[in-house]
């Protein structure tokens, strides 16, 4: 029985790309397919799509912000203005004292949001596979634990922004314990560590439960081969667990990746508005709505979103986030050789979850 | 019938694999270890709660006071959450009908959408995919004007129904940001799968929906479960836009209704209060997860041990 | 969008369905006019005040219930337009970014909005909001302070609902028992006075004064009171930023050197207003600068204030003699979409009658904006401080009036938290603000 799982599974290694069109309803997938798409393509075209497509034209747009010498009065409505409002991102001569240096207020927050991204997304990493590590060992009263690591993560936001800005009061518990008086929610270095502490603390739980998940699919057979082998607890995990979990980890840290470029409400609701150590690019965008810039925060939305769409595809092509299995026919070959590679290895298994090492 | 007989197979495999603790060293050391480790991960994600339903035990003016233990203790914050302007019972069943219908509709579409991008072969796969996530990737705060737009029917939308108010009003967005996660997710474990699993089945007379709804999808279901719990929390913990279209008191989610809570004066942010709506929001959710979570558990053992 | 236009029919009709759906919670039923848009309604002649119907009232929390109830003797009183609340949250930059949404979608429900003191100039210049006519909204009985913050360019956008001043919280215990018999008028007075108490057995340990020194909104009032303390403007009578003075940089580098020198707690430049009345009623500070609200607050005997009885309020001392306080509160404004913009008016006018501030000062504790109020026996009993906030507000001054007041206030937080942080000189951070400020006051 435990046989004809570990064969069956290799086989879909090959049974990758180009050899699944032999599979058995391969007449019209293209119709069924789009069929099978279409609720979510058309629920994301109109919920997202169309209001991406206003806020691109916004972006071009701007109001005119001089009142009235006699009346005080704006005149209403928009013109447009091409690129102005993006030129203006990048030429503005408003600068600011930030963690690293002062410089443009623009590349300041550019230069938070890519920190905390990196330091948050490795620190949960870390945590969030150790999470999963754990919670997949069989034990009693791992529901318990599971949903215990849940916690964090299920608090609203509105509510443990507010949750750690009570920890971290000047004369708040986190202090008490470290027994001297950081000011975390000022407006210094320590404030960009308690959104990262704040944030790992919130998501790692995130990465940790979709880890499981896809340790929960590793066949135990897997291991008892490689143990056959003489295979060490840390090839076990490098060599099997690391590569057969590397699909949903990669979706998992690449979703907390572009989510993280985006924060807001952390620097926001915890440290709050103007502070140039923790003032991420959606922050500075949130106050151009505030002060009634639409233009301009359409703007700077739309860097941010090419930014984060150029860290995506960067995560695609060098994490190899590929969930689909359609490569690039050149990296294809690659793997493929590396394939036939490891199929003569003990531990054969590990390649099918696709992606090279 | 053959389809029955691989699936048990492949259940027992997982159920071997999840009920049997591995040791990889000595077998003490291994188990001490990894229970130092889990208590210490435990501690580490509970600590900051325990401190939420300390703050929200105190009085309600001591919400910044440090000591470990309320001094006195009280249930006042408890209380002033369910006082009757807050309106905070109706919030959460509002919250428990967006998020639960949310989860439910984000899981039925993205799973057939993930089936045919994990088995299908069709032009633009990639192209498909990259667009359910470059939709994601736009910051949400800039997306709520235009919505709000629609929503309620301004210029040019007049054409649009008028959703300000209305469960699908935030319901609908919310499928939009949590079916990217989703579908990608979902994608992932489905094609970790095997197919020959299918062509078994499909051998054995069924049909592709078949075969996916009673292969596919059973052993999918920690990805499926896993995703379930976080497009709920995701909708659950979502708070601009709940806060924009629903504007009705009666229709508000319970993110909105903590954000009005308010001290007595427009100075003191109630922290016991909103730390106590806090632990509200939270417990039942953690009481969800693990009822639910050991009914999958189970759901697989039964499958395999015949 | 280029041009506003009005709106179309079919959303009155759904409004109006929704209103009678929800019982009255929607209002927008009526005819085609209501989309007057935001265009060019300054013009206070072409607003029409008198179309009655259901509306609704945008504010921040209702704290204490009073305003339901105070809403529903409105109805009852009422029949022709009801009015219901719309509730926001408890964080005034929401609340804003809420009206500033409602009010580019053309919201006709949205009738009656609380609106902050400092976004008077926005609201008012961007048409968010319409000018009141004089002659129905006389403002005569109003404290001076409070209608000036409710104008912009001669013209009444609000209508005064509540006020606020800040005021000198001070241990009344422990300057009697170091022989001080009257509170200080002047920094070096208070920081005298703070000397002595600590001088003494067991005090070593307290800090001397903190305001509101934490990188938000209050900042910003601690800001100006320390600049108009000194005698000097940010932004002056003609309108033109004036902040680069000696006097100016004098009165706020008096505060920094109150920080560098420790009498300002270190921490306090993470305290906001909650922060430092809990320091305060813990027994932690000599001085306090904060609002009225925090007296019922320190003198509640349920435990949570060691100092109930053992404080007292005074004016807020200044450089060289008396302070003055930055002035804050709300005003009621119409909105410039409301569709019925009759009831509206009939609900600020109520809201503001002498009978209902009275209950609603009573109930909450926000200053009153009517003179009379401020010697009313039953307020001056329950409120002992009266005759001193009422001083506090008559020479209040209002924070810089400006339509991008979010900048503005952001440049005069980046100059006084820069400078408190000790990154930046008081002389370069004042050079700097005043450049920003020309650019942006013009």
């Known amino acids: 029985m435990a046989t004809a799982t570990a064969v069956s599974k290799p086989s879909t290694a090959t049974g990758d790309g180009h050899k699944r069109k032999k599979n058995a309803f391969s007449d ?36 005119d912000n001089a009142p009235d010498p006699t009346t005080g009065l704006i005149k209403q409505g928009e013109s447009f203005v091409g690129i102005k409002n993006f030129a203006q991102i990048f030429t503005s001569t408003d600068v600011v004292q930030g963690n690293w240096g002062t410089m443009n207020r623009f590349w300041n927050a550019f230069l938070n949001t890519s920190m905390i991204t990196i330091v948050c997304v490795v620190i ?17 009263g ?214 090279a090492h | ?136 990737m736009f910051p949400q705060i800039t997306l709520i004007v235009p919505l709000l737009k629609m929503f309620s029917q301004t210029d040019p939308f007049e054409w649009f129904p008028y959703w300000i108010n209305t469960y699908q009003g935030v319901i609908l967005p919310y499928l939009a940001f949590g079916l990217p996660l989703a579908v990608w997710n979902l994608t992932a474990f489905f094609r970790q799968l095997p197919v020959e699993l299918e062509h078994a089945a499909m051998v054995d007379g069924c049909t592709p929906g078949q075969a996916f709804r009673k292969v596919i999808v059973p052993l999918a279901a920690p990805g499926v479960f896993t995703t379930a719990i976080i497009v709920f929390i995701g909708a659950w913990n979502e708070f601009l836009i709940a806060l924009t279209f629903l504007q009705d008191a009666n229709m508000q989610t319970a993110t909105v209704a903590i954000s009005k809570f308010t001290g007595t004066t427009g100075f003191d942010t109630p ?11 939270t417990v039942p959710l953690l009481a969800a997860v693990l009822i639910f979570q050991r009914r999958i558990v189970a759901g697989l053992t039964a499958g395999g041990v015949k | 969008m280029s041009f506003v236009r009005p709106k179309r029919g079919v959303l009155v009709v759904a409004a109006s369905l929704s209103a009678v759906l929800l019982a009255a919670a929607c209002g927008g039923s009526g005819g085609s006019s209501s989309g007057s848009g935001g265009s060019g309604s300054g013009s206070a002649a072409a607003v029409d005040l008198t179309k009655q119907g259901p509306t609704e009232y945008w504010a921040g929390k209702d704290t204490s219930g009073n305003l339901a109830k105070l809403i529903s003797q409105f109805n009852a009183q009422h029949p022709q337009g009801k009015v219901t609340f719309h509730e926001l949250p408890d964080n005034a930059d929401q609340q804003q970014q809420q009206m500033i949404q409602a009010t580019t979608t053309k919201n006709p429900n949205m009738g009656v909005i609380s609106m902050d003191v400092v976004w008077t100039a926005q609201f008012a210049a961007n048409g968010y909001v319409v000018a009141l006519p004089k002659d129905q909204f006389p403002t005569d009985k109003f404290l001076p302070a409070t209608v000036s913050s ?114 300002i707690p270190k921490a306090a430049i993470t305290w906001q207003e909650e922060q430092g009345r809990q320091a305060f009623q813990s027994g932690q500070l000599i001085f306090l600068r904060n609002w009225p609200y925090v007296y019922a607050l320190a003198s509640k005997d349920d435990g949570s204030s060691k100092i109930v009885g053992k404080f007292g309020v005074a004016p807020l001392p200044g450089l060289n003699g008396p302070g003055v306080s930055s002035l804050g509160g709300h005003n009621m404004a119409i909105a410039a979409n409301a569709a019925n913009k ?101």
């Open chain 1, 28 to 63: 019209g997938q293209g119709r069924l397919a789009w069929m099978l798409l279409a609720p979510t393509l058309l629920v994301i075209f109109v919920m997202a799509g169309i209001p991406v497509v206003m806020s691109i034209r916004e972006s071009f747009f701007a109001n």
């Open chain 1, 124 to 140: 949960e990493t870390v945590l969030g596979v150790a999470m999963a590590l754990i919670m997949s060992k069989a034990f009693r």
């Open chain 1, 142 to 355: 791992r529901g318990f634990v599971r949903a215990g690591i849940l916690v964090p993560w299920a608090i609203p936001t509105i509510v443990s922004a507010l949750m750690w800005k009570l920890i971290f009061d000047a004369n708040g518990v986190m202090n008490k314990i470290l027994g001297q008086q950081i000011l975390w929610l000022s407006d210094t270095f320590s404030s960009f560590w308690a959104i990262v502490i704040a944030d790992s603390w919130k998501t790692a739980p995130f990465i940790g439960l979709l880890t499981l998940a896809g340790l929960q699919t590793i066949p135990a057979e897997v291991y008892e081969a490689a143990k056959v082998d003489g295979a060490s607890a840390i090839q076990q995990f490098t060599q099997i667990t690391l590569p057969m979990v590397k699909p949903t980890l990669v979706v998992a840290v690449l979703f907390r990746t572009l989510d993280t470029l985006r924060m807001f409400d952390l620097p926001y609701g915890m440290i709050g508005p103007g502070k140039y150590r923790v003032e991420t690019l959606s922050v500075f965008a949130y106050q151009e709505t505030q002060a009634t810039r639409f233009g301009s925060a359409a703007a700077y939305s739309m860097v941010l979103f090419i930014y984060v769409l150029l860290v995506a595809y960067l995560f695609v092509r060098v994490l190899g986030a590929d969930v689909i299995g359609e490569k690039a026919p050149k990296k294809k070959k690659v793997k493929k050789n590396d394939r036939n590679d490891t199929q003569a290895a003990p531990v054969s298994g590990i390649e099918l979850a696709g992606g």
């Open chain 2, 1 to 136: 019938m053959a389809a029955g007989v691989v699936e048990h197979h492949l259940s027992q495999a997982e159920v071997a694999q999840l009920a049997k603790p591995r040791r990889p060293l000595g077998a003490k050391i291994g188990v001490v270890a990894s229970y130092v480790g889990m208590a210490l991960i435990v501690i580490y994600c509970i600590l900051p709660f325990y401190w939420m339903i300390v703050s929200s035990l105190r009085l309600p003016s001591m919400g910044l006071s440090t000591s470990f233990l309320p001094d006195p203790p009280s249930i006042e914050n408890f209380k002033g959450v369910f006082s009757g302007q807050n309106n905070f019972g109706r919030s959460l069943i509002n919250s428990v009908i967006i998020s639960g219908a949310t989860t439910i509709i984000t899981l039925l579409v993205g799973m057939v959408a993930a089936y045919a991008l994990a088995r299908l072969q069709f032009k633009g796969k990639g192209g498909v995919l990259w667009i359910i996530m470059a939709c994601s």
């Open chain 2, 271 to 281: 922290y016991g209060t909103i730390m106590a709506a806090g632990v509200i929001v």
């Open chain 3, 150 to 263: 409710a104008t912009y360019f001669n013209k009444l956008y609000g209508y005064p609902a509540s006020s606020d001043g800040g005021l000198l919280y001070y241990r009344k215990d422990l300057l009697q028992k170091a022989g001080i018999s009257d509170p200080p008028t002047t920094w070096s007075q208070l920081m005298q006075d703070c000397d002595k108490i600590k001088a003494q057995a067991g005090n070593a340990s307290l800090g001397c004064y903190a305001g509101q020194f934490q990188k938000y909104e209050g900042l910003t009032v601690n800001f100006a009171e320390a600049v108009n303390g000194a005698g000097a403007v940010i932004v002056g009578e003609d309108g033109k930023p004036n902040v680069n003075t000696d006097q100016a940089k004098q009165g706020w580098s008096q505060i920094v050197s109150m920080y560098q020198k420790g009498y």
């Open chain 3, 342 to 442: 009759g009831t509206a008016a009939d609900f600020i006018k109520f809201m503001t009658s002498e009978q209902t501030m009275k209950s609603n000062v009573l109930a909450t504790s926000a200053a009153p904006t009517l003179t009379s109020l401020y010697t009313d026996s039953d307020i001056t009993k329950k409120y002992p401080y009266m005759p001193i906030l009422l001083k506090s507000i008559e020479t209040a001054k209002p924070r810089p009036k400006a339509v991008d007041y979010t900048d503005v206030t952001l440049a005069i937080e980046d100059a006084g938290y820069s400078t408190l942080q000790g990154q930046q000189q008081v002389d370069q951070a004042f050079s700097t603000l005043q450049t920003k400020l020309q650019g942006l006051i013009k």
